[in-house]
């Protein structure tokens, strides 16, 4: 069974600095989507793309995110300059067909900012 | 926006007997209503889901039923098992709004042998 891959799988960064998080949705799906999980609270959506740009975004995916489908395969967000409090998890789901809702996840790729 | 409000947030049970989570949300236009398991340290799982024109639906242990008019929705599993323990997540979302899921704060489930 296809399943969204991520790429890393822990990252730790040094605050300031540039992450990229990459995620490989099913191959013939068409919505992709990014949410946060600070440990030990909820999932959080940042944000959702359809057609090579975003459909919406949270108040938390300010100005220091990003997203990108840089080739036909994968989906990848930017953290350009990393704060303490971007510390979580954070998962890459994707969709095939609005008509049917079901979002596949990730793995997960775990962001530790020193 | 949409507000999802889960409860409880923790939820202990012995094996063999039912365990019950509800859910609440604000949006009236929210349709579609999933619900995760999340095991520790492994990504959210869809386990079943219910949309807006059904009012409840079963899949084998595991149940759902919704209340439009209350704008509420439950999570129903019976004869638990310990390998149900894990953090149980509902969530919303609205297909004209972009299907972005809206979770609730979570409810970990422990089922005592």
């Known amino acids: 069974e296809p399943e969204v891959t991520q790429t890393p799988s822990h990252q730790v960064t040094q605050m300031g600095q540039e992450v990229i998080l990459r995620c490989v949705p099913i191959s013939n799906h068409l919505y992709f989507y990014w949410y946060r999980q600070i440990l030990g609270q909820k999932v959080e959506f940042l944000v959702s793309?359809?057609?090579?740009?975003?459909?919406?975004k949270s108040e938390i995916f300010d100005d220091q995110f990003s997203v990108e489908r840089p080739d036909g395969s994968n989906f990848t967000l930017k953290i350009r300059s990393t704060k303490l409090e971007d510390s979580a998890m954070y998962f890459c789901?994707?969709?095939?067909?609005?008509?049917?809702?079901?979002?596949?996840f990730g793995p997960g790729t775990r962001l530790t900012v020193l | 926006g949409e507000n999802v409000e889960q409860h409880p947030s923790t939820l202990s049970v012995q094996e063999g007997d039912s365990a019950v989570i509800k859910c609440t949300y604000s949006d009236s236009a929210s349709n579609y209503f999933p619900w995760y398991k999340q095991e520790l340290g492994k990504r959210p799982q869809l386990i079943i889901d219910?949309?807006?024109?059904?009012g409840e639906k079963k899949d084998q242990r595991i149940a759902v039923t919704l209340n439009k008019t209350a704008k509420h929705f439950s999570l129903h599993i019976t004869e638990t098992q310990p390998e149900d323990s894990a953090v149980y997540f509902c969530a919303a979302s609205n297909k004209a709004a972009g299907n972005k899921l809206t979770f609730g704060g979570g409810t970990r489930v422990l089922v005592k042998p």
């Open positions: 219910i949309r807006s024109n059904v």
């Open positions: 789901a994707s969709q095939d067909d609005m008509s049917y809702n079901e979002q596949f």
């Open positions: 793309f359809y057609n090579n740009e975003i459909s919406e």
